[in-house]
Nanobody, 111 residues
Framework: QVQLVESGGGLVQPGGSLRLSCAASGAIFSWNDMGWYRQAPGKERELVATISSMGRTNYGDSVKGRFTISRDKAKTTVNLQMNSLKPEDTAVYYC?????WGQGTQVTVSS
């Protein structure tokens, strides 16, 4: 079964850190770019970060220098390390790749 399952969301204070993980079931993901996207209430979904099958990364301007995307050697897990979190990072975060989307995980940054 081809699916993406996110985990690791939650509530964190401004300046804190969270690590999101995306478990990818299905060989199709190993040779495709993978990415994290987010959608805040009342806003359009936006790119957070992507990583190619060769490990090349790309980040949205608002998260550069604070977030790091990575994938394991087996290419079955894609992680998003989020540091120096801000209230404006509050959103539902989605993992995506090969035309598939996960169900999303809520990240809330608030004191």
């Amino acid at each position: 079964q081809v699916q993406l399952v996110e985990s690791g969301g939650g509530l964190v204070q401004p300046g804190g850190s969270l690590r999101l993980s995306c478990a990818a079931s299905g060989a199709i993901f190993s040779w495709n770019d993978m990415g994290w996207y987010r959608q805040a209430p009342g806003k359009e979904r936006e790119l957070v970060a992507t990583i190619s099958s060769m490990g090349r990364t790309n980040y949205g301007d608002s998260v550069k220098g604070r977030f790091t995307i990575s994938r394991d050697k087996a290419k079955t897990t894609v992680n998003l390390q989020m540091n120096s979190l801000k209230p404006e990072d509050t959103a539902v975060y989605y993992c995506a790749g090969a035309g598939y989307w996960g169900q999303g995980t809520q990240v809330t940054v608030s004191s």
